[in-house]
């Protein structure tokens, strides 16, 4: 049976169920298909009962999409996890409020229990007597105080208001019998939690859940990232497993090595493209060591000169290997033409930042941040940062498109009603909110302004230009981290915060000096519009050909970060750092429509090189000194 028989199957006994698909395996399109499915034999009984099909999207460009594939069918309502959690719960003002009073008190306690200043409110529940209603807006800050949620309080009340009122999960499936969720490894596990453990278990005979995606696709860390633990069980499942196992996008090489590493999944691929996978790793002469007078090995080199030696080597050897591919394979490293590109992936770091024009951005992050540099750039995490090139959210991996660098992509693509929208949202032009006639001449003026001085002008100077028209206010965060720096710390006593508080002046110090061209190349690398792709945005693309990058060294370290040589030899003790590793690794791999290289920067030992053997196959496991 095909997985879409096997979804009509599950839909028409009424059991909820979770659509593991590989990647290429087209998810969305089976998604189209099970929507069709029910517009066309339930839709006369929903029309009836005044119902909807609820289907939720992570991106907009997803939910815009589905909308155009059904040609915006009235009975399926497309939306995104926060659009729908808050409709969800938004009238329900008395027990709103009394679920935020539980939350802020749990958190405020666990501020105090580890002894650092609360942003919480002791006695909200007085002060909430005052105001009229809690209120949520895709951009608001948080502000219990006067009822104001942000983004991820939605998250997490919701599923508390789910628990606790079950009332509320039975109206809910009356309205919604049919819920569908893409992308569910990155669903935060509290909507997992709320949709299963509440919903689902109270209403189990009035709605079913869908759940599309795949497991061995999650790159973020938020996401719940496996439904195994509610299917697994057959006594106990509360889903049931559904496999889609065709490839539609990649070579039989690419699939053939995909499937050596996945376990859950056995993908055919669907095309008769032979295609190639080549792994290339480098080795390096040993740090030179001497024997001491104790009679113990030691170091006999400084270990930053041998670093800055090998990182040499492996700028050379990175060359090496593209210089190749061009010549030799033709790919097609075009920075203008990002269309045709192949594309090479690589996490963010110096060599990186060095080729896509952002490296004094890089030193400064580095000094700042030392070994957490490339987590923090990728992640876009500082607040400072956000202003200006905006982030993707942790809970949802949506792009937050808040930043003066979205506000001009806009502008550029002559994307108007875009521009709009994110002035009204965030934007002091408009104060009450109307768009009048002589509006459109300022802001044609302030932009057109605004995309010529970011060429040439610091950050400094870009910052107080656009805060001075009034384009985008400052957010508290960024005001917090001014006013910190800005404050006389030096009198604070010696320690710990008096380090940060220095080290937070450097780097706003240095950042308001930088170039704000360094900017403007590093929004365009986070948008995977250069050769170059992050790696955290590479979901939902495919190119020609793939080179992958991998480079231990900046990342190994960190229990956030990556450890490759540890997942290909199974030895990494960190199963959440292995899981994400090998996540990335599927991910990347999964890109490629012909061709892949792999190539490992950093050293690999001699376990990990013969699992790798093993998946790529012996021959195409190349030392780059025989290229
Ligand atoms: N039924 C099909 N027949 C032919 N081609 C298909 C079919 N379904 C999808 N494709 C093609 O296969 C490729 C992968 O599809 P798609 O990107 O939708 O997969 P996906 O499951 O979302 O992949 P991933 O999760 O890896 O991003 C696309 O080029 C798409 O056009």
């Known amino acids: 049976m095909t997985a879409i028989e096997q979804i009509i199957q599950n839909i028409d006994s009424g059991k909820s169920f979770v659509l593991e698909a590989g990647a290429g395996s087209g998810k969305t399109y089976t998604l189209i298909q099970t929507l069709n499915y029910l517009i066309e034999n339930k839709g006369e009984d929903l029309k009836y009962n005044h119902q909807k099909i609820i289907c939720i999207t992570y991106t907009n460009v997803a939910k815009n999409e589905i909308i ?12 995104t996890i926060h659009e729908f959690l808050w409709e969800c719960i ?38 909430l007597d005052g105001i009229d209603s809690v209120v949520y807006n895709d951009t608001a800050f948080r502000d219990f105080e006067s009822g104001q949620l942000h983004h991820d309080d939605v998250i997490v009340l919701s599923k508390m208001m789910f628990q606790t009122y079950p009332l ?39 709605i079913t859940l869908g759940f599309y995606g795949d497991s061995h696709q999650k790159i973020y860390n938020n996401g719940v990232g496996d439904l195994t633990k509610y299917y697994i069980n057959s006594d106990t499942q509360k889903l049931h497993i559904v496999k889609k196992e065709e490839n539609y996008r990649s070579s039989k090489a690419v699939v053939n090595l995909l499937n050596n590493f996945r376990t859950n999944i056995e993908q055919q691929a669907q095309t008769e493209l032979q295609g190639s996978v080549k792994f290339v790793y480098c080795e390096y002469r040993p740090i030179k060591t001497r024997i001491n007078r104790n009679n113990r090995e030691v170091e006999d080199e400084s270990r930053t000169a041998y670093n800055r030696e090998i990182d040499l080597q492996k700028n050379v050897n990175f060359d090496k290997v593209v210089n190749i591919l061009k010549t030799e394979k033709n790919w097609v490293f075009d920075q203008l033409d990002n269309k045709k590109n192949d594309k090479i992936l690589v ?21 700042r941040y030392t070994r957490r540099v490339g987590d923090e750039l990728n992640k876009r995490k500082n607040a400072l940062i956000q202003y200006f ?28 009603n875009e521009v709009l929208r994110f002035l009204k949202r965030n934007s002091l032009l408009f104060t009450d909110g109307h768009l009048e006639h002589k509006h459109k001449k300022i802001i044609t003026d302030i932009l057109n302004n605004l995309v010529t001085i970011r060429e040439t002008k610091s950050v400094k100077e870009v910052m107080e230009f656009v805060e001075s028209r009034k384009l985008i206010p400052k957010s508290d965060a960024v005001q917090k981290f001014i006013d910190q720096v800005n404050s006389d710390f030096d009198k604070l006593e010696d320690g710990p915060e008096k380090i940060r508080l220095a080290n937070n002046k450097t780097f706003y110090d240095s950042l308001m000096e930088l170039p704000y061209n360094e900017i403007i190349s590093f929004f365009q690398f986070t948008q995977n519009h250069t050769v170059f792709s992050t790696k955290h945005g590479t979901k939902g693309e495919e190119y020609r050909n793939v080179l992958t990058v991998i480079d231990d060294k900046d990342w190994v370290n960190e229990a956030e970060g990556y450890n490759f040589e540890g997942f290909f030899d199974d030895t990494d003790p960190n199963i959440e750092r292995k899981l994400r590793t090998r996540n990335l690794f599927y991910v990347e791999c999964s890109r490629a429509k012909e061709n892949l290289v792999v190539l490992a920067l950093s050293p690999m030992g001699e376990l990990a090189l013969n699992n790798v053997k093993k998946w790529f196959g012996n021959d195409n496991v190349i030392k780059i000194n025989s290229l």
């Open 347 to 367: 996490l963010v770091n110096s060599a990186v930042a060095k080729r896509n024009g952002f490296s004094s951005l890089y030193r400064i992050y580095s000094r």
């Open 389 to 416: 090139v905006g982030y993707t959210d942790k809970k949802t991996s949506q792009e937050r498109e808040t930043g003066v660098e979205h506000l001009i992509k806009f502008w550029k693509d002559s994307n108007y």
């Open 68 to 79: 155009e594939r059904l040609e915006n069918h009235p009975l399926v309502l497309v939306s």
């Open 168 to 206: 509320l999960t039975n109206i809910l499936s009356q309205k919604f019998p049919y819920l569908l969720i893409d992308e569910y490894q990155d669903t935060a596990p509290e909507t997992i939690n709320a949709l299963v453990d509440s919903l689902l278990d109270n209403n189990k005979d009035k």
């Open 90 to 127: 938004k009238s329900y003002e008395k027990q709103l409020k009394i679920e935020l009073c539980k939350l802020n008190e749990v958190r405020y306690k666990i501020d105090i229990d580890l002894g650092i200043e609360s942003r919480y409110i002791q006695n909200l529940l007085e002060r």
